[in-house]
C-alpha cells in the first residue's frame, strides 16, 4: 500500500516536472457532434480544446489541458488538431470562450499547460 502510495506520488511528480506552460494565441472553434482527429463526439457544450499540428500528438487524446484567460483558468480536453493553427495557437470551442468569459469569434491570448 505505501509502494504504491509512493509510486502514485511520484507520477505525480514527474508529469508536474514535465507540463510546462506555453503562451499562444486562441480562436474560437463550434463543435458539431462530430468526431475530430480524436475521434470522439465533441459536443456542441464540450469544453475541448485543439493543438497545431506540430503540437498535437494522438497520445495527448482526451487529456485535460487547464487554460487561461485575463486570469480565469479552465479545464478542456484534447479532442483533436487545428490546420489553422501554428505553433502554440490552439482553437477552443464555443462552450470554452464562453466559460473563459472570453468575446466569441475573437483572437484572445492565453497559457495552458502541456504535458
Ligand atoms: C478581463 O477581466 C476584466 C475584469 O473582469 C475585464 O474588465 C476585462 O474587460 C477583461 N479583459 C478582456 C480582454 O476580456
Do not use: H, W
Not at 509512493?6 to 507540463?19: K, N, P, S, V, W
Not at 466559460?99 to 499547460?113: C, E, H, K, M, R
Request: charged share 15%; net charge negative.
Amino acid at each position: 500500500m505505501i509502494r504504491l502510495l509512493g509510486a502514485i506520488m511520484a507520477a505525480c511528480i514527474l508529469r508536474t516536472a514535465a507540463a510546462q506552460s506555453v503562451a499562444g494565441k486562441a480562436t474560437e472553434f463550434v463543435p458539431v457532434n462530430s468526431p475530430l482527429d480524436c475521434g470522439f463526439i465533441v459536443r456542441p457544450a464540450a469544453l475541448a480544446v485543439l493543438l497545431s499540428p506540430e503540437a498535437f500528438d494522438p497520445s495527448q487524446c482526451q487529456a485535460v489541458i487547464g487554460v487561461t484567460f485575463n486570469g480565469t483558468e479552465v479545464d478542456m480536453r484534447v479532442a483533436g488538431s487545428c490546420d489553422a493553427c501554428e505553433g502554440n495557437d490552439i482553437e477552443i470551442s464555443t462552450e470554452g470562450y464562453q466559460v473563459l468569459g472570453a468575446p466569441l469569434g475573437s483572437t484572445i491570448d492565453v497559457t495552458y499547460l502541456i504535458g
